[in-house]
């Protein structure tokens, strides 16, 4: 059975510092891979997807970047945190053929102060 | 939220009492899925959907690409029901990047 795991589950930052957020996804090979974020009391707004290693494209960056270094592995971050980079963010997944569902991580709730 | 309307914005039910949630679609949707929010933010898959019906337990969904759109129905509604509602639209032409409903609220009281 598939996994996915987020890292951290939690974090309050200060404004101007830097923020990587992780995402795992084990149990399956080759995943399609997308970044949301959500405000409170919002919808999900997706950040950026990758259909492989090395590969990513942007929907909205809002200043942030993404990266996938492994094919299990998909990280977002930026060097400097805004106070409207506060939110939920979240990880997920997809068969690379076939179905087209998406499947979620629990995500990070993020706090910038 | 405006290539999916999600209705109702929010809505209070009875425990035990029906309901239905509905999303029309402005775009040329392929699939669709619906999901529950819970109170901690999880997303819990419901139904993916291409055209047509599926039900699971008390819940029931129902997808037309023709009319364009799509219906989520609960049944004897439960006090764990309670969360938010998203579907969640794939257009043709573009499966990258699933078009989000702005969500219904529901509360389900004892």
């Known amino acids: 059975a598939q996994t996915i795991h987020q890292w951290p589950v939690a974090e309050i930052k200060a404004v101007g510092s830097p923020l990587s957020l992780g995402c795992t996804i084990k149990?399956?090979?080759?995943?399609?891979l997308y970044w949301y974020w959500q405000a409170t009391g919002g919808t999900l707004q997706q950040l950026f997807y990758?259909?492989?290693?090395?590969?990513v494209e942007s929907v909205v960056q809002l200043n942030l970047s993404a990266s996938r270094p492994k094919d299990d592995q998909f990280i977002l971050s930026t060097e400097k945190l805004l106070l409207s980079h506060s939110g939920f963010y979240l990880c997920?997944?997809?068969?690379?053929?076939?179905?087209?569902?998406?499947?979620f991580g629990p995500g990070t709730r993020l706090t910038v102060l | 939220g405006d290539k999916v309307k999600q209705s109702p914005s929010a809505l209070s039910l009875q425990e035990g009492t029906n309901s239905a949630l509905r999303c029309n679609f402005s775009?040329?949707?392929?699939?669709v899925q619906w999901f529950l929010q819970n109170p901690r933010g999880s997303l819990i898959n419901l139904f993916y959907?291409?055209?047509?019906?599926k039900e699971n337990g008390r819940l029931k969904s129902a997808f037309d690409s023709k009319e364009s759109y799509s219906t989520l129905h609960i049944r004897d509604a439960q006090l764990e029901d309670s969360g938010t509602y998203f579907c969640?639209?794939?257009?043709?032409?573009?499966?990258?990047?699933?078009?989000w409903g702005l969500g219904t609220s529901l509360v389900v009281n004892p």
């Open positions: 969640a639209a794939l257009n043709v032409g573009d499966n990258s990047k699933l078009i």
């Open positions: 990758s259909i492989t290693v090395g590969q």
């Open positions: 149990g399956k090979s080759s995943p399609n």
């Open positions: 775009i040329a949707a392929t699939t």
């Open positions: 997920a997944w997809r068969r690379d053929w076939g179905g087209r569902e998406q499947y």
């Open positions: 959907l291409v055209p047509g019906t």
